[in-house]
């Protein structure tokens, strides 16, 4: 009967790097791109980055809060620790089913990335890991666990350990190492513990419980009272400094039936719905504050078209000027921050780069007006979705206790857009209509990154980011009634929702297949663990955890944006090319209108108010307004007789004719300022008015006042006194006025500030994976001893140290390379590049000639030639690995 040879267990986190498929590695590096940037030389490099304290305290944080308590669990557990060790620390004595059946998820997600290797029997935690996350006086465990007897007795005299060892009823040993250990196996068996626990005072008992769950340090005079005195003399208690004594871990899981944590949390909170509308109303909802959302965007640029507000010294928008766009666009100064940082993420405005600074639209606004609606709006939604530049933050302060102003620096947040895709994502989960409750929504991003420390605060980054990413969807009309639109559900790439009510996705059937890793980086398989040598108890399910998706593509990007576009255009009303003019000297835009109506509509009246319709007002200062950008009496009568579905009303045609008749007839020029007019007796009418007194005027002919003002200010101050004058040029025509568009040199829009390095594609981790494997190849293959007879004399040539470099004479390099190229066989040699790194390589030399050496380069998989020089020496391989 032949049996199968059990596989060895690896002996480094190298050695199971080694034993991992491609596609493994390639989660690996996709799940932690710090360790691809740059390429590895080989695996054991590879290994050694993944150790390193600023990678490991990455993917830790970037780890559910089920596989960061398993990580806890085990830097607690024994090192190593078997699978069984660590299912009584998480699942208790009573093995709780639902954590015993998540738990091999979350020992999965270890291993992927790396944070755990070893078979099931040795579990181990990376050293770094495990330095972080051991508990210590000056870093508390997350779990509230102490140091264990062995620890806590390391500076203790023998004669005091015998004590205690006498004192818990156990027999004397001969040294105080068999002592602890025998102090350790006492608190470890469950039914002794029970025993002398029960001679415990209740007083005694008290204290126990008032230090079992952390933190584990209490604090004691020199004379304890009795009921300290009761543990502290059997070790329930150890002293770790004068007047501190501290709980040992192995009592403090026995109190707390053997689990490593108060509540663990295996599955993942659900996210529940607070209310639900028909889809239709959710859809129409949000396309009308689509269209609300082009509307302020289009009336913020109009504000700045001429140039916008000063640029601060240090950047950014100034608190003044921010108060006053927001009451240009009628909202709170939050939402006004929100807007302006928007139309900058989508490269609209930016600053012109002049002396006197200021901010304006940039040429891309006018081609981004010039496109539908629905794309316009899509522009602006994938903007906001892939920003770093977090609008909540403006009026905060920053490390340095300096406040952040909108479109001033410290604004990115790089967790802003993972977390925004996130949100929608989760939204996306729930059925179709369905408004999420928000505290579920943080309560799952909670869950699937928790804070450091295992704080959940409300001045979380992330949780503050969720709150924000669920407001600002609103505005933007991502959202509508607070549920996702089909619109805002295409701009994730997202498919139809699941009927199913929101909680029923969180657990799978019996026969569901794995489930996978949460977090980025997760197409990869779990490791599962059966164990079949203890009763398992019944659990009524796989615990499923719903796989993160991983962020689009720019191509993906692109698509799933036009297709929001396409699903978001029926829903926009159509451009209107009519308004209706009414008696009471107002016109009603029942819809948005076309751009050249409204762009004219906005130069002849006011807007007096906004919302599904558009109220203007003609006053006799618009008119003017009108009259002076070079319109007629005439034009404007037919312009309003063309676009009005109701009869021109008189009042209307009359102040338009009254302005047009009074228009023009003062003239005003540069002598400094003149006034001149046909009728004299408007010119003494304006010097007999005292408001003229400013204006500083006097008379050099009967039609012909010269002021000491220039002609703006002049034309402002007569048509301040009701005048309507018209400014002249030097050859004596009138100017006409036109609003100057200020626009920046061509600008892109800013970039988002990524979140550490960024992930690989496809192509990227198959090459990098090659390049890995080949050199490990040439790192691990084995060579035979060099016997130092090469030609030239050059004598003994040592053995590489495991990931030295080989070295030989040149003569012996030269001549191991002839010799190769006559054989075919492939060499190991060390090669250092022009820039000066230093690598091993194994090749298969093809010809040697003019001090280069062509050869099949097995670690780059290509033909290479490299000069001999570089070459720092060359060493047969034991077999033709190659």
Not at 211 to 227: E, F, I, M, S
Not at 267 to 279: F, G, S
Not at 517 to 533: E, N, Q
Not at 601 to 618: D, I, P, W
Request: aromatic share 4%.
């Amino acid at each position: 009967m032949s049996t199968e040879e059990k596989p060895v267990a690896p002996r480094s986190l190298a050695e199971a790097l080694r034993g991992r498929d491609d596609a493994s590695l390639a989660g690996l590096l996709r799940s932690r791109p710090d360790l691809i940037t740059p390429v590895p030389t080989d695996l054991t490099q590879l290994a050694t980055r993944a150790g390193t304290r600023a990678s490991v305290v990455r993917a830790l944080e970037r780890l559910d809060r089920f596989a960061s308590q398993t990580a806890q669990a085990l830097a607690v557990a024994g090192d190593p620790a078997s699978y069984d060790e660590l299912l009584g620390l998480m699942a208790g004595d009573d093995r709780d089913p639902v954590v015993a059946a998540a738990l091999p998820r979350a020992v999965g997600v270890l291993r992927e990335q790396a944070l755990v290797w070893g078979d099931d029997e040795r579990l181990r935690l990376v050293r770094t890991a495990r330095e972080l996350l051991a508990p210590s006086p000056q870093h508390p465990s997350p779990t509230g666990l102490g140091p264990t007897v062995q620890e806590a007795t390391a500076g203790m005299s023998p004669g005091r350990i015998q004590e205690i060892v006498a004192a818990a009823g156990l027999p004397s040993t001969h040294d105080a190492v068999s002592a602890v250990a025998s102090l350790s196996a006492l608190f470890r068996d469950r039914e002794r513990m029970r025993a002398l626990l029960a001679e415990a005072p209740e007083e005694s008992r008290q204290v126990l419980e008032r230090l079992v769950w952390g933190p584990p340090y209490g604090q004691v005079t020199a004379d304890p009272a009795p009921r300290l005195r009761w543990l502290l003399d059997r070790g329930l208690l150890l002293p770790t400094a004068p007047g501190t004594v501290v709980l040992p871990r192995e009592v403090a899981l026995h109190l707390r039936g053997g689990r490593a944590h108060r509540t663990p949390e295996p599955l993942p909170p659900a996210v529940e719905a607070a209310a639900t509308h028909r889809p239709q109303v959710v859809d129409a909802t949000a396309a009308g504050q689509a269209l609300t959302a082009l509307a302020t965007v289009e009336e913020l640029l109009k504000e700045w078209d001429e140039g916008g507000p000063a640029v601060l010294r240090a950047g950014g928008l100034s608190v003044r000027d921010l108060k006053r766009t927001a009451v240009a666009l009628d909202v709170s100064e939050p939402v006004a921050a929100f807007w302006v940082e928007l139309a900058y993420a989508a490269g609209l405005i930016a600053s012109d780069g002049e002396a006197d600074e200021r901010y304006a639209a940039t040429p891309a606004y006018d081609e981004w007006l010039e496109r539908p609606a629905a794309e316009r709006w899509a522009r602006l939604a994938e903007a906001w979705l892939a920003a770093t530049r977090t609008p909540g933050l403006v009026g905060g302060r920053d490390a340095k206790d300096r406040s952040l102003s909108a479109l001033g620096p410290g604004l990115d947040r790089s967790a802003a857009p993972e977390v925004r895709h996130r949100v929608l994502t989760l939204l996306a989960a729930l059925p179709e209509g369905a408004a999420p409750d928000r505290e579920s929504v943080l309560a799952r991003l909670r869950w699937e990154r928790p804070s450091r420390g295992g704080r959940d605060t409300e001045d979380d980054l992330r949780a503050r980011l969720a709150q924000w990413t669920l407001s600002e969807a609103e505005l933007l009309g991502v959202t509508g009634r607070g549920a996702l639109s089909r619109h805002g559900r295409a701009l994730l790439g997202a498919g139809a929702p699941a009927p199913a009510p929101a909680h029923m996705p969180e657990h799978a059937p019996e026969h569901a297949p794995a489930p996978e890793p949460t977090g980025p980086g997760d197409k990869l398989p779990v490791h599962h663990h059966p164990h079949h040598h203890h009763p398992a108890p019944a659990a009524p399910a796989t615990p499923a955890v719903p796989a993160v998706p991983e962020p689009l593509s720019p191509a993906e990007q692109a698509t799933a944006t036009a297709t929001a576009a396409r699903l978001l255009a029926p829903l926009l009303p159509e451009p209107l090319d009519h308004v209706l003019l009414q008696a009471d000297l107002t016109a009603v835009a029942p819809g948005p209108l076309q751009r050249p109506l409204a762009e004219t509509l906005s130069v002849l009246a006011e807007v007096e108010s906004k919302g599904g319709a558009t109220v203007y007002r003609f006053t006799p200062a618009s008119v003017r307004r009108a009259l002076d950008a070079g319109r007629t009496a005439a034009d404007l009568h037919a312009f309003l007789a063309e676009h009005s579905r109701t009869p021109v009303p008189q009042p209307l045609a009359y102040l338009i004719d009254d302005v047009a008749r009074r228009h023009g007839h003062l003239r005003v020029g540069a002598a400094s300022a003149y006034v001149r007019c046909d009728d004299d007796a408007m010119l003494s009418e304006i010097l007999a008015d005292k408001r003229s007194a400013g204006l500083r005027l006097r008379r050099l002919a009967p039609t012909v006042l010269a002021a000491q003002a220039d002609p703006a200010t002049l034309l402002e101050g007569l048509r301040a006194m009701g005048f309507a004058p018209a400014a002249e040029s030097a050859e004596g025509d009138v100017l006409i006025t036109r609003a100057h568009a200020h626009r920046t040199p061509p600008r892109t829009a800013p970039e988002p500030v990524p979140d550490g390095p960024p992930v690989p594609d496809a192509t990227l981790l198959s090459a990098a994976i090659r390049a890995i494997r080949a050199g490990d190849l040439a790192a691990t293959a084995p060579r035979k001893p060099s016997d130092g007879s090469g030609a030239g004399g050059a004598g003994e040539s040592a053995p590489a140290a495991p990931g030295a470099l080989p070295r030989t004479g040149s003569a012996e390099t030269l001549a191991t390379m002839q010799a190769a190229v006559l054989t075919g066989q492939s060499l190991w040699i060390g090669y250092v590049n022009a820039e000066g790194a230093a690598s091993q390589r194994v090749i298969a030399p093809v010809r040697v000639e003019g001090g280069f050496v062509t050869a099949y380069d097995h670690t780059a998989d290509e033909v290479r030639t490299f000069p001999l020089h570089r070459i720092t020496g060359v060493a047969e391989l034991a077999d033709d690995e190659g």
